[in-house]
C-alpha cells in the first residue's frame, strides 16, 4: 500500500504538468484550430519568469559593512541585495526565499503579451493553412524561443530553490491514518498538484459560468453562427491564446523547483503533451485534464524497478503505446467529438 501510494502521488506530480500544458494546446486548438508546437515553449518561458525573477529580488548594491573587519581593522565591502536595503535583512530575505511564487506577478502578465504577440504576429496567418504548415511554423518559433532563452540564460540548468518553509517531505500517510513516517513525500511536489487543481479548476470555472466563457464555448461548437450574431469571435479567441499561454507560463514557473529550467525543457514536455491531448480527444477539455493525470499515473508505476524487471524499458514506451491503443481502438481519443480524427 505504501509503495501503491508513493507511485499515484508520483502519477499525479507528472499528470499536473502534463494536464496542465495539454489544457492550454486544447484551449488554442479548439478555439483557433491551430496545432501550436510552439507550447512547450511557453512553458519554458515561465519557468524562466521563475529565475527571472529571483534575479531581480538578488540585484543588489556595494555596501559598508561595520560589524566585518579585514586584517587590517577596516569595515568590509559587502554586496546586499536591494530589497533586503530597502525593506530590511528580515522581510527582504524573506521576498528572496518566495521568489518563485513571487514570479506570478510577473508570469501572468507576461505570457498574456506573449500568448497576444504570437498570436496577432504569426500564427493568426495560418488560420486558414494546413495543419502541416502550422506545425512547421510554430515548431519553427519554438526552436527560436529556445535559442533566445540560450543565448540569454546559457546552455546549463538553473537550480531554482522552493521557498525553505516547503523544504523537506509531508507524513502524507498520517493524513489518511496510517502510521507516521509510512508515506513520506516532498511537500513542493504536493503543492505543485494543489495549485495546478486550482488552475484547472479556474479554467473550468471561467468557461462554464462567465458570460464571456459561454461565447467562447459557443464558438468553439459554430464559430460562424456566433459571428453573425455581431460578436467579434476573433477577439476573444485571441484573449483564449493570451489565456492558454498564462495556463503555460504558471505550469512551467511553479514546475522550476521541481526541474531545473534549461532552454530545451519545452520541448522535454511538448511531445508528451501532445500525445495526451490525442488521447484525451482533439478540443476536448475534460479530456486533456483526465488523459494527462491517466498518462501520468501509468507512466509512475511503470518506472517502478518489479516492472522495469519484468518489461524492459517500459516506462519510457507506455505513453506512447497507450496512445496507440486508444488510436487504434478510439481515434477520436477517450473524450474527443464525434468525427474528430476520424475520418
Known amino acids: 500500500m505504501d509503495a501503491f501510494l508513493i507511485q499515484v502521488l508520483n502519477g499525479l506530480d507528472k499528470g499536473s504538468a502534463y494536464a496542465l500544458i495539454a489544457l492550454g494546446l486544447t484551449l488554442i486548438f479548439g478555439t483557433l484550430g491551430v496545432v501550436n508546437f510552439a507550447h512547450g515553449a511557453l512553458f519554458m518561458i515561465g519557468a524562466f519568469c521563475a529565475v527571472t525573477m529571483q534575479r531581480i529580488l538578488n540585484l543588489s548594491t556595494t555596501v559598508i559593512d561595520e560589524t566585518q573587519k579585514d586584517f587590517l581593522g577596516n569595515p568590509l565591502k559587502v554586496e546586499v541585495p536591494y530589497v533586503q536595503s530597502w525593506f530590511g535583512e528580515s522581510f527582504g530575505g524573506t521576498l528572496i526565499d518566495w521568489s518563485v511564487p513571487l514570479a506570478i506577478v510577473l508570469t501572468v502578465p507576461f505570457m498574456l503579451f506573449v500568448g497576444w504577440a504570437m498570436e496577432r504576429g504569426l500564427i493568426k496567418h495560418f488560420y486558414k493553412r494546413p495543419h502541416a504548415d502550422q506545425i512547421l511554423v510554430t515548431f519553427g518559433l519554438a526552436i527560436v524561443i529556445g535559442e533566445i532563452i540560450k543565448a540569454n540564460f546559457g546552455a546549463n540548468p538553473i537550480q531554482t530553490p522552493m521557498p525553505s518553509a516547503f523544504v523537506g517531505t509531508v507524513d502524507f500517510g498520517a493524513w489518511l491514518g496510517m502510521e507516521p513516517n509510512s508515506v513520506l513525500y516532498p511537500t513542493w511536489r504536493l503543492i505543485y498538484f494543489f495549485f495546478s487543481a486550482i488552475i484547472i479548476a479556474a479554467v473550468f470555472a471561467f468557461l462554464q ?121 478510439r481515434p477520436r481519443g477517450l473524450m474527443g467529438r464525434k468525427g474528430v480524427m476520424e475520418e
Open 209 to 329: 459560468f462567465t458570460t464571456f466563457g459561454m461565447v467562447v464555448r459557443a464558438g468553439m461548437a459554430d464559430r460562424e453562427t456566433v459571428g453573425m450574431l455581431g460578436i467579434d469571435i476573433d477577439k476573444r479567441f485571441t484573449l483564449m491564446f493570451g489565456l492558454a499561454a498564462v495556463v503555460a507560463g504558471l505550469a512551467g514557473m511553479m514546475y522550476a523547483p521541481i526541474l531545473s529550467p534549461h532552454y530545451n525543457i519545452g520541448m522535454d514536455f511538448l511531445v508528451l503533451s501532445f500525445v495526451v491531448v490525442v488521447v484525451g480527444g482533439m478540443g476536448s477539455l475534460p479530456g486533456a485534464v483526465l488523459s494527462g493525470f491517466v498518462l501520468g499515473i501509468l507512466q509512475s508505476f511503470a518506472s517502478m524497478n518489479e516492472v522495469k524487471a519484468i518489461l524492459p524499458g517500459i516506462d519510457l514506451i507506455i505513453i506512447y503505446l497507450v496512445a496507440i491503443i486508444i488510436l487504434l481502438t
